[in-house]
């Protein structure tokens, strides 16, 4: 356990730059077109740096991609909320920077999960859509004072017998008429003098499906962008249209696409390396393809563990090792407590007496003189670490997916982040759940505030370190 918490405490020092890696950080050389734009973002104007992230419930959460977002926006400012699923797509949804609320009248489609059985509805890069047929529905957005926005991008579907979605945005309404002779993807944009904290879209006459829409402010900063949909894999990325992602994207020009998938491949039943690089290798050349040269990360699998014993073979590799975990230590033994100073003293003035016998005088009985309380000092339980009953393990198909997402990374010239070593390595979600501080939750996966911030801050030192190691481009 010693070597484990020296690992942890490593892993939070300053990152180790070589040619090939800073940190965790692999293959950064392919970023320098993000970090080039990020340098001159600072004070700026014109367009924000823009990174737009994708993925599975860490992406949709917004503790890890917020607490980034709030590292850059502090000190490069803040470039707008970005990009988002449109209305209120699944129950919790809780964006960070801004409310948002969704009239009763919409339908909810998704590429993963309840949504995906409602057939209408084309899906872009947030993998939801929301389609009304009742005239007057809703959705609204209020930003937070620092993601007020100066210009706002509203993509919806275009299709025959569409209605018309009114926008109001301070004192300014504007109607993007949907109806038209084929069906294809539009993004509305609309910019204005001031920043503005505010946006109202209404239903007018006939369906309307909305993919997503995003707020930004163009005066330089940063704009990070979080799609996720809980329990998604990568595969379910290709259910998305690629004539909207195409549209979406070109609309939203993002600077760095990142991708964050694994943790639900790696928890599958049955977890095929070969059938997950096909799926990683296919989805990239898409994205390529519908983004153009766009830098690209890729986030490793992070460490993840189970107590499901159906999972300890979902991959064919070594049974994983259990994780030892915190257990209390029965107290130690209680040594017999000392004689009290009044006793004592009062135990010698008696073996006095004895000896002396008719001699002694005994003067008036006084009081004895009581010695304050000791302060009571709190005893801490004794902690030690064995494996339980019902152990903890990372499920084997984990370690697949990552090894091929570093394997395919390198090969497609994408940058790659070692996001199990840099939380510390196999088995750390156990002290990040069990020792404070609290940085994960009890399901040993997903992270509370405090767990996104470090994660978030390990992620950034990498690149920092990578872009001040320019020199050994």
């Excluded at 977002?69 to 949804?93: A, N, T």
């Excluded at 309840?114 to 872009?124: D, H, L, M």
């Excluded at 590799?317 to 006793?343: I, K, N, Q, S």
Aim: aromatic share 6%.
């Amino acid at each position: 356990m010693i070597a484990t918490l020296a690992l942890a405490a490593a892993v939070a020092a300053a990152p180790v730059v070589t040619a090939d890696c800073a940190g965790g950080l692999c293959d950064y050389s392919v970023l320098k077109p993000y970090f080039d734009k990020l340098a001159a973002a600072r004070g700026g104007s014109g367009k924000p740096v823009h990174i737009l992230q994708i993925g599975d419930s860490h992406t949709a959460g917004d503790a890890i991609t917020g607490a980034w977002r709030d590292m850059l926006q502090g000190r490069y400012g803040s470039g707008g909320r970005g990009v988002m699923p449109p209305g209120k797509p699944f129950q919790g949804y809780n964006p960070r920077g801004v409310s948002v609320d969704m009239s009763a009248g919409w339908v909810v489609s998704s590429i993963f999960g309840a949504g995906s059985q409602n057939p209408r509805g084309a899906r872009g890069l947030a993998g939801f859509s929301i389609t009304s047929t009742a005239e007057g529905a809703r959705i609204a957005m209020v930003t937070s004072a620092t993601e007020t926005f100066n210009r706002f991008i509203l993509c919806a579907i275009a299709e025959p017998g569409a209605g018309t979605l009114v926008i109001s945005i301070g004192g300014t309404t504007e109607r993007m008429e949907l109806g038209a002779l084929i069906t294809r993807p539009e993004c509305k944009q609309m910019r204005f003098d001031q920043p503005q904290p505010a946006v109202s879209v209404a239903v007018e006459g006939g369906p309307v499906t909305i993919t997503s829409w995003a707020s930004f402010r163009d005066a330089g900063g940063v704009a990070l962008s979080n799609v996720g949909v809980v329990g998604s894999q990568l595969v379910h990325f290709s259910r998305n249209d690629d004539a909207v992602v195409a549209e979406e994207l070109r609309s939203y020009q993002p600077d760095l696409i990142v991708l964050a998938f694994g943790t639900n491949e790696g928890f599958a039943p049955r977890v095929s390396a070969q059938e997950f690089e096909i799926v990683l290798r296919s989805q990239i050349g898409r994205i390529r393809r519908l983004a153009g040269r766009v830098p690209m990360l890729l986030l490793g699998a992070p460490d993840a563990l189970t107590r499901r014993s159906e999972l300890l073979a979902n991959a064919p590799t070594v049974t994983p090792a259990p994780c030892v975990e915190p257990v209390p230590l029965p107290p130690p033994a209680a040594a017999p407590a000392p004689m009290a100073a009044a006793d004592r003293s009062s135990q010698d003035i008696e073996d006095v007496l004895d000896a002396l016998g008719d001699r002694a005088v005994v003067a008036r009985a006084t009081a004895p003189v009581m010695p304050a309380p000791p302060a009571v000092v709190p005893v801490q339980q004794p902690i030690g670490w064995s494996i339980t009953a019902r152990p903890l393990f990372p499920p084997p198909g984990l370690k697949v997916v990552r090894d091929v997402q570093r394997r395919v990374a390198h090969q497609l010239r994408l940058a790659y982040w070692d996001w199990e070593a840099r939380m510390g390595g196999r088995c750390t979600a156990v002290s990040w759940v069990k020792l404070p501080p609290t940085r994960m939750r009890g399901d040993y996966v997903h992270y509370n505030s405090a767990g996104g911030q470090e994660i978030a801050s390990r992620l950034q030192a990498d690149m920092d370190a990578a872009a001040n190691a320019g020199w050994r481009w």
